[in-house]
């Protein structure tokens, strides 16, 4: 615990200030501040000595400890007494707990083999000892089916990694240096809000800020221009853009001669993309796209800021693959605020095998992607080995995944045993069997690499553990001892042992950086050069097999695959046919030139971004967060409502051939006709007839890392009571 402030000896009060990090799944991975009194936390705000976070946190998580002394906090483990899904549980011990959960999974191995277990698991909390990673050994050594995490992002890095390897690309820092902004499906000022300050600044000193997107966000707003595009068409936009940067000589040749391979394929193939055909399939106007790639051309440096949601849909990987290609062909890599941002998590030389163990892995093992938990759980996906028991940790998969009825059908199984690890009584931990108390982030010690920016931060613990909560890291330790596993040392390391193989300390970017610098002073940037100077690419280095950026991309001939990051480390993935190595246009699934049937009786679009005061499903369940955010609603275009007959605040009813779902109107002009919105994150047991918009959502994969496709996704809606039948 690092002390700076031990104030007031002549009273009884004892006052400690700690040193930590906001634990949430977002790219600003804000340094926080936390004040203890007493040994109980009484404030938490955000450092005023990083510089990223400036001394603020979020909506989200400046009313943390609303979350750490919630009165449903899950305190003690729980066993199940009521039906699957009733939520009725009895406490029990830890040790009676750890038995049972040791016994039922010895069962299911020695009745079906240790495949009919999987672990279920995502980004809770994105600590490098407790997140992503924390369970892989155990599961691995277990046996048990690898569970496939490509929820997000997944398509873009491997679209990203195609054309430009896996670089950490522009620092946000460095935006203030930009001169043209291009904001591509993010909303920033609500899920990367510290960036932003960095955008105004490059605004005030004369930057153009565009922002494209189906919805006028509030990030639109505060934007030069906005820019509405059909959801899932992004690639053809794109697409166009090349077109006219290439037909109207805006490249730079000397930048292309050197540091690109495929341009002459690159040029015949963007030939039959004009902005013509582009405006058909994006809904915007000719020249709208043209004096878009005019500008972004020619005001370097020229930045792109692509969100998570520009993958969502059929083509989602093939519209990163052009948009990574973008920079390069005007130069904008020469220059410091000049390129593409998408996760500088790449500049962290994160030890990821010391958290994964994939040598632990039994080459062949059963892979199932937890997008399709629901189709595994009901039989509807074919598995060599059927699931019989589940573990849940960092994760509701109930509220995240689609197909949300398939889902509870298979979660509600009786012959399906499951654990859930969590803070509270989910929608998912509902169905739990066993149910165990995590800590949150002030109870626990963690070190934190960033998707957003460039400094490491560590998460000193402040306050006790409340009731029985422990770590991940502890939960896997106990679970490993019950196991046997515990005669190998990777099951009995310490939190402290871990942190100290968190990041490879002998990488140049770490120099200067030890686990004891950073406990103490809470953060660091990484030694890479200042935001006024970074320009990794300005002579190329490109981290891709050419060392340069392919437009012609080598590793499309190896077939689709998925960032090890993403499946647990596995290394027997099957690629399957090889990729076009060339950008080119997926339209989405769910349109009318696709599918016109469909599109006829299901005309609108719908998309699910992330709301603006919850994190996912987290803080869901928070008076205060609820009151920000509202009871769910779907947003509709007041024409589309208009000819539907519905009236703002009426409860009307989204549904598809996959579901139903009940939301509360509201008719708005801010999103574009033909797409409605609908925030993710409400919990089920919440929501007006029991269903959340992922039961709408489609279980495809998008074409390239198997990439989700919420925003693929076409629904009709109609007024309470009028029926779709
Ligand atoms: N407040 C808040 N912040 C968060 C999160 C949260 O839940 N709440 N979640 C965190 C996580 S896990 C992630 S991945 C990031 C994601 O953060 P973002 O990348 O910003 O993702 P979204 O909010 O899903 O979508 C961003 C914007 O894309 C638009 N959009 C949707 N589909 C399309 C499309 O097909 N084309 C285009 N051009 N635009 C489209 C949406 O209207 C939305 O305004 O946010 C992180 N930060
Ligand atoms: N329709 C639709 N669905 C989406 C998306 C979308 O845009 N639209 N976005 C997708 C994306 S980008 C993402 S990243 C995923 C997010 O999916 P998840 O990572 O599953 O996100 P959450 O819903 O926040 O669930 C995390 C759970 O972990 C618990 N938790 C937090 N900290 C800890 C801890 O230390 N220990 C344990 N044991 N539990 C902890 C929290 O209480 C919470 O219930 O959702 C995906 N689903
Ligand atoms: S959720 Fe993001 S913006 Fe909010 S405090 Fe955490 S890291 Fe900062
Ligand atoms: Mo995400």
Redesign the pocket.
Same mark, same amino acid.
Request: glycine letters at 6%; charged letters at 15%; one cysteine or more.
């Given at each position: 615990m690092t002390l700076l402030d031990d104030s007031t000896p002549e009273t009884t009060t004892r006052e400690l200030t700690v040193l930590g990090a906001c634990p949430?799944?977002?790219?600003?991975t804000c340094a926080m501040v936390v004040t203890v009194r007493d040994g109980v936390a009484v404030d938490v705000a955000g450092s005023k000595e990083q510089p990223y976070t400036n001394g603020g946190l979020?909506?989200?998580v400046d009313n943390y400890l609303d979350k750490v002394y919630h009165p449903d906090r899950v305190l003690y483990p729980l066993r199940r007494t009521g039906p699957k899904g009733a939520g009725e549980f009895e406490r029990i011990t830890w040790d009676e707990a750890i038995a049972e959960i040791a016994a039922r999974f010895t069962q299911v191995k020695e009745e079906h083999g240790p495949e009919a277990i999987m672990p279920v698991s995502y980004?809770g909390t994105q600590g490098i000892i407790n997140g992503l990673n924390v369970g892989d050994p155990f599961f691995n050594r277990l046996g048990a089916t690898v569970a496939e995490r490509t929820?997000?992002?997944s398509g873009s890095c491997t679209a990203y990694a195609m054309t430009i390897g896996d670089t950490a690309g522009v620092d946000p820092e460095s935006l203030v240096h930009s001169r043209f902004i291009l904001i591509?499906?993010?909303? /920033?000022m609500? +899920?990367?809000?510290h960036l932003w300050p960095y955008i105004a600044e490059a605004k005030k000193r004369g930057a153009k800020v565009v922002v494209?997107?189906?919805?006028r +966000?509030k990030?639109?707003r505060q934007a030069s221009q906005h820019i509405p595009?059909?959801?899932?068409?992004?690639g053809a936009l794109a697409l166009a853009m090349m077109h006219v940067i290439i037909d109207e000589g805006l490249t730079d040749d000397e930048y292309i001669a050197n540091h690109t391979i495929g341009y002459d394929e690159l040029v015949e193939r963007v030939q039959q993309y004009t902005p013509e055909w582009a405006s058909q399939e994006t809904g915007i106007q000719v020249e709208t796209i043209r004096t878009l790639a005019r500008e972004y051309a020619t005001s370097q440096p020229s930045v792109i800021r /692509?969100?998570?949601?520009?993958e969502?849909?059929a083509g989602?990987g093939q519209t990163v693959r052009t948009l990574s290609c973008l920079p390069a062909l005007v130069g904008a890599w020469r220059n410091p605020g000049g390129g593409i941002l998408q996760l500088p998590l790449w500049a962290f030389p994160v030890n990821w095998p010391a958290f994964m163990h994939p040598e632990l892995q039994t080459p062949g093992t059963q892979v199932v992607n937890q997008y399709l938990l629901g189709q595994a759980l009901t039989g509807e996906l074919e598995l060599r080995t059927p699931l019989h028991a589940l573990m849940v940790y960092n994760s509701n998969p109930v509220v995240v995944a689609p197909d949300q009825a398939r889902l509870l059908e298979g979660l509600s199984r009786e012959d399906l045993f499951t654990v859930v690890s969590e803070h509270f009584i989910t929608d998912t931990a509902r169905y739990a069997d066993i149910v165990l108390p995590a800590t949150t982030q002030l109870e626990q010690e963690d070190i934190m690499f960033s998707w957003g920016h460039l400094y490491a931060t560590y998460n000193n613990p402040s306050i006790e553990p409340r009731g029985e909560a422990v770590p991940n890291t502890e939960l896997f330790r106990r679970l490993a001892a019950a196991m046997g596993f515990d005669d190998d040392p990777i099951f009995t390391r310490t939190d402290e042992q871990m942190i100290a193989e968190a990041f490879d300390w002998s990488a140049p970017a770490m120099e200067g950086i030890t686990v004891a610098s950073l406990k103490e002073k809470g953060w660091a940037r990484l030694n890479v050069p200042s935001p006024d100077e970074y320009a990794p690419h300005r002579e190329g280095n490109f981290r891709t097999p050419s060392g340069k950026t392919e437009f012609l991309s080598s590793a499309a001939a190896g077939g689709n695959f998925v960032v090890p990051l993403f499946r647990q480390g596995s290394n027997d993935h099957q690629p399957g046919q090889p990729v076009d190595p060339l950008p080119h246009y997926i339209p989405?699934r769910e349109t009318t030139s696709a599918d016109p049937d469909l599109a006829a009786r299901y005309p609108l679009n719908l998309?699910?971004?992330?709301?603006?005061?919850? /994190?996912?499903s987290?803080y869901a369940n928070i008076e205060f967060h609820q009151k920000v955010q509202k009871p769910a609603t779907l947003i509709i275009n007041p024409d589309d409502a208009a000819e539907r007959g519905i009236e703002n605040g009426a409860v009307v009813r989204a549904f598809n051939d996959r579901g139903s779902v009940e939301l509360l109107a509201k008719v708005d002009a801010s +999103?574009m006709p033909g797409v409605t919105?609908c925030?993710?994150?409400h919990w089920r047991s919440d929501s007006l007839g029991l269903a959340t918009l992922s039961s709408l959502n489609p279980t495809r994969f998008a074409d390239l890392g198997n990439a989700p496709t919420?925003?693929?996704t076409l629904i009709e809606v109609a007024p309470v009571g009028a029926g779709e039948a």
């Open positions: 949430q799944d977002c790219p600003d979020c909506v989200k980004l929820y997000c992002d591509w499906a993010a909303n /920033i609500s +899920t990367n809000l494209v997107d189906p919805v +966000t990030t639109a595009i059909r959801p899932g068409t992004d /692509i969100g998570v949601a520009v969502r849909h989602g989405p998309i699910s971004p992330k709301s603006h005061a919850f /994190i996912n987290s +999103t919105v925030y993710v994150g919420f925003s693929d």
